[in-house]
Nanobody, 119 residues
């Protein structure tokens, strides 16, 4: 059974950093595009960052450019999201998922990891 498990969230103050991890199990994801998404209370889930299977293509939503970095370790079947200079508006539940080449998600969602940024 394919499973994605997100971790690394927490409660931090504005300006702090967090590193999220997404561990995949059940099959190898080394040939999949992967994405990080987030959903804030009362808002729709949005793509935060995406990465191609070999890491050569990345994309970010405008609000996180220059602050967040997506990366992957295919040997460990893990995708990361380094988040620096966090802002209160980054507060959300963060999820990872497999995506197609247009960054649309098509896999099953995990439980996500909560990120809360206080001002």
């Amino acid at each position: 059974q394919v499973q994605l498990v997100e971790s690394g969230g927490g409660l931090v103050q504005a300006g702090a950093s967090l590193r999220l991890s997404c561990a995949a199990s059940g099959r190898t994801f080394s040939r999949d595009f992967m994405g990080w998404f987030r959903q804030a209370p009362g808002k729709e889930r949005e793509l935060v960052a995406g990465i191609s299977w070999y890491g050569g293509i990345t994309d970010y939503t405008e609000s996180v450019k220059g602050r967040f970095t997506i990366s992957r370790d295919n040997a460990k079947n893990t995708v990361f999201l380094q988040m620096n200079s966090l802002k209160p508006e980054d507060t959300a539940v963060y999820y990872c998922n497999t995506v197609d080449s247009t960054w649309r998600p098509f896999g099953s969602w995990g439980q996500g990891t909560q990120v809360t940024v206080s001002s």
